[in-house]
């Protein structure tokens, strides 16, 4: 892992919260979605959220391309809501939504994290959720909004 990041399953979604200094790279793009595609299947789970701040994007139109084609073949019918804080959607990330859509996977970029959970339709929450730490580190201070 070049960076850290963790995941959790939260019942009905899988929160993705990365470290501060998240740099977008192919390299980076593949370890996520393998992670991501283990976690997926391991519970069943088709309904992610991305957390991260200032996100730095190194991906050009081809890597948008590959990443879109490998998120849509972690799970059929997957949605991701990214909650991006400080960052600006752009060509390339509708490019990279474009691709995902076009396979059957629903994708949108979120600034705040209640409009990316209603989205996924996970903001009801049970008075006792389950929530298991699958893999990563999270820092002891959030470095989130």
């Known amino acids: 892992m070049s960076y850290p990041f963790s995941l959790e399953f939260h019942g009905n979604y899988i929160h993705v919260l990365h470290s501060s200094g998240l740099v977008l790279t192919p390299k980076a793009m593949e370890e996520i979605w ?3 595609a283990k976690v997926c299947e391991e519970y069943k789970c088709g309904n992610v959220l991305v957390e991260a701040s200032k996100p730095e994007r190194k991906l050009d139109t081809m890597a948008a391309f590959d990443s879109g084609i490998r998120l ?26 474009t691709v995902a859509r076009n396979r059957g996977t629903r994708v949108e970029f979120f600034s705040n994290i209640e409009d990316a959970k209603k989205w996924l339709d996970v903001t009801k929450v049970s008075p006792n959720p389950k929530i298991s730490r ?4 999270r820092e002891s201070k959030p470095v989130l909004k």
Not at 134 to 137: A, D, K, P, S, Y
């Open 34 to 36: 393998a992670s991501l």
């Open 72 to 97: 849509s073949n972690i799970k059929p019918g997957i949605s991701l809501a990214l909650c991006f804080y400080d960052y600006e959607s752009d060509e390339v990330s509708e490019f990279f939504k």
């Open 134 to 137: 699958i893999h990563g580190v």
